[in-house]
Every structure is written in structure tokens, then in C-alpha cells.
């Protein structure tokens, strides 16, 4: 199995290797505590493999430091937690369709709903099977995405209390700009929601949980009177945008390193790679590195990005292929096959960022991390107790 968790066992069969440094994650856990105060309480976003990481071996050290939620996409993810033994309340963030309902109940997951007639469903399953099962209320203030429109609220909570087999513990929304610190939306948002909230309370919803704080809001100090908070990306230690204050405090959780398969010396007019988009203009030497678009590194990086080698830069020479990819090596002395390459992380002195990568492929770090991360063969280390 590609991605087994082998705690601090890296012995792999494979030049290329992710590297999830389990500390990182503590660390960006206990910021985002101090961030958002001692009595509040964290769900944490581990949808999409952990965004990449490895959605076991993170779940398993968050609950260990004290997450109240977890937050997945689908009912299937929730199922692999409550398998492995973790029993953290899990919020189903896409909600749940009508065959995921037996599954939901029988693994004791919390869906986000906003379909009435799939909660009725929910509701008459669960009565059947003498139980009442937590929903969080998804409500949409203005990301378009999924949830009841906001403005629909009321009507929608009037006819869900009918239904008894369902315990409406929570409501939720979901920023659409909270990481450009002051854009303006992110308040119309806010105060949509804090309507929202008032409207369940009159209509006899009592202390459900609140939330609505990406790591976006998090770090701009938006929706902070909320008492539960939705971190995803801060906790595998990159920012949301490069707008976003204590950007320096988060530790990257994952890196991602090669080996040079080969070293040539290429005279001038040379061409590498599919397409001749790259021409030497002088004698060059070449290093190439078995990393390609089927490892999640995007050939959108090709003549653009770098990898660190012998701890200095080597850009990337022409396309980058299915499974290699070419640097210049000249300027670094020594360059031989073997040698250690990091396209995502730190050697030496200097690091490339997933924020780097995302800007030279056009995307953004989040995506960097889950086709990198998903990709590879995936290692941990770090302090895993
Ligand atoms: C509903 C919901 N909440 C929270 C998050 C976490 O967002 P971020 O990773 O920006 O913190 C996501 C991520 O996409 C999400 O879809």
C-alpha cells in the first residue's frame, strides 16, 4: 500500500520521498490555540488525505493534542477515522446523500445538512434505529457554494424541528475572502451569519456550536466572538495568502526530496526535453531528477521553478516530463548522481516554499500540497507521542 503510516521509518524503495514532520503539525496546532484564546475550541480540517499529508497519522496526533473536531468531506473519510479508533466528533462538511445515512448513524458522524428531505430521511433512519443524531445546520452567507441561503433560514429551521431524529448542535458558514486582511465582504458575511444565529436562537436552537473561521479569519482576527474555529492550512503550516499576518510563526509540515539520476555536460545549442523550450546559450551542466507531473509536480513549473541541491539553486531547464525533470547544475560544484534534491522544503539555509511553488505554477499552495503529497510515499517524523 502506497501510503501506510510507518511512524519514523523512512526506508523506502523510491529516489523520491514526502516528508511529514509530525512536530511542525504540533507546533501550528498550538498557535492557532494562542491565536484564537484558551477557551475555545479547534475543528481541524483533515478533508483531501490532510490536504496531502496523510489523513491517519494527522487525525492521530491532533486528537492526542486536543482537538474537539475533526472536519472531513465525506462520510467515507469519517469512516476511515472511526476505523482507526479515532472518536473525535466529525463534522461531514459536503453533508451526506441518501445512501451515506446508514453510515453516518452506525459510525457517529455529525453531517453538515442544509436538504431537508435527505434530514428527513436522516431523521425517520435514525428513529428506526433508536437514535438521534447530531447535525450542523450549513448555511450559505455568501460563498455560493452549499448550504441554505441565508436569507431562508428561518423557514428551514421551523420545519427541521419537526423532525426528532435529528439534534441540531450546530451552524455553520464559510468564508469566501477572509484571507484578504479588511475586504469587505468578509464583515457582510459575518453579520449575515450573526443573524442567522439569532434567528435559531429565537426559534428555540440553544447553544448550538458557531463557526464560520477559516484559517483566512483565524489570522485576521475575523469571527473570533465564535467559540469553535475551522483551521485547515495553517495547521500544515502555510498561510492562506501572503496578505495574512504571522505568516513567519507556521512551520511547513511537508517537504519533498529526489536524488540526480544522472549528471551530463551539454555543449551550446543544445536542447532539453519535449518541445525544445529550452536552448543552451553556453556550455551547461545538467542534472536530471526522476520528479515528474505524475508525482504531483506540476509541469506548469517547467523553465520555472528550482530545486535545492548541494545546498545552492538549480532552475529548471526545459519541460518538465511524466517522470523527470531537469536542472542547471553548472554554477554548483560537484553535482553528482545520488546527491540529495529538495523541490519542496528546506536544505541548508534556504528553503523553497509551497507558496513559491504555487506562484510559479499558478495555483495555490493547498493544491501544491495535496498532488505532491498524494503523489509520493509519505514518511513521518518528528515527535508522533
Ligand atoms: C467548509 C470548510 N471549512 C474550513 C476549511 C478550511 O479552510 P482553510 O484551509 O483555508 O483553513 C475548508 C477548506 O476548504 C472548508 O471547505
Given amino acids: 500500500m502506497l501510503n501506510d503510516f510507518v511512524p ?15 512536530s511542525a503539525l ?11 484564546g484558551p477557551s475555545a475550541r479547534i475543528l481541524c480540517v483533515v478533508k483531501s488525505d490532510a490536504y496531502g499529508h496523510g489523513m491517519l497519522p494527522v487525525a492521530k496526533v491532533l486528537e492526542s493534542i486536543g482537538t474537539d473536531y475533526f472536519g472531513v468531506f465525506e462520510a467515507e473519510e469519517g469512516i476511515v477515522l472511526r476505523e482507526a479508533g479515532i472518536r473525535a466528533p466529525t463534522l461531514v462538511l459536503k453533508g451526506i446523500d441518501a445512501d451515506e445515512i ?28 433508536g437514535k438521534v443524531v447530531p447535525i450542523h445546520i450549513k448555511v450559505d452567507t455568501g460563498m455560493g457554494r452549499i448550504g441554505v441561503p441565508w436569507e431562508e433560514t428561518a423557514a428551514f429551521i421551523k420545519t427541521l424541528l419537526h423532525m426528532k431524529g435529528v439534534a441540531p448542535t450546530g451552524i455553520f458558514s464559510h468564508f469566501s475572502v477572509a484571507d484578504e486582511p479588511d475586504h469587505p465582504f468578509t464583515d457582510v458575511q459575518l453579520e449575515r ?31 473570533l466572538e465564535n467559540h469553535l474555529f475551522r483551521p485547515g492550512i495553517i495547521l500544515y503550516g502555510s498561510p492562506p495568502s501572503a496578505a495574512c499576518p504571522h505568516i513567519d510563526e507556521l512551520k511547513p509540515v511537508m517537504s519533498f526530496r529526489s536524488r540526480v539520476v544522472q549528471v551530463k555536460t551539454v555543449n551550446r545549442g543544445a536542447s532539453i526535453s519535449y518541445g525544445r523550450t529550452y536552448i543552451a546559450e553556453a556550455q551547461r551542466v545538467i542534472a536530471t531528477i526522476p520528479v ?24 529548471i531547464v526545459g519541460t518538465v516530463c ?54 509520493n510515499k509519505r514518511c513521518y517524523i518528528g515527535d508522533v507521542s
Fill in 8 to 22: 519514523l521509518i523512512c526506508a523506502h524503495m523510491t529516489s523520491n520521498i514526502v516528508t511529514i514532520d509530525l
Fill in 26 to 36: 504540533r507546533h501550528n496546532f498550538k498557535k492557532v490555540k494562542e491565536w484564537i
Fill in 102 to 129: 446508514p453510515a453516518a448513524v452506525e459510525y457517529d458522524l455529525t453531517p453538515g445538512v442544509f436538504d431537508l428531505g435527505i434530514i428527513e430521511q436522516l431523521s425517520d433512519y435514525a428513529l428506526k434505529h
Fill in 193 to 223: 451569519f450573526r443573524k442567522v444565529v439569532a434567528v435559531a436562537h429565537d426559534l428555540g436552537i440553544k447553544n448550538p456550536e458557531i463557526h464560520i473561521a477559516n484559517s483566512g479569519a483565524i489570522l485576521n482576527h475575523k469571527g
Fill in 292 to 315: 515528474g507531473y505524475d508525482d504531483g509536480y506540476s509541469r506548469l513549473l517547467s523553465n520555472k521553478g528550482g530545486a535545492l541541491i548541494r545546498e545552492k539553486r538549480a532552475p
Fill in 322 to 375: 511524466m517522470n523527470l525533470t531537469m536542472v542547471d547544475v553548472t554554477d554548483i560544484e560537484s553535482v553528482s548522481p545520488g546527491d540529495e534534491v529538495v523541490l519542496l522544503g528546506r536544505q541548508g539555509a534556504d528553503c523553497i516554499t509551497a507558496e513559491e511553488i504555487a506562484e510559479q505554477s499558478g495555483t495555490i499552495s493547498y493544491e501544491v500540497y495535496c498532488s505532491i503529497g498524494k503523489s
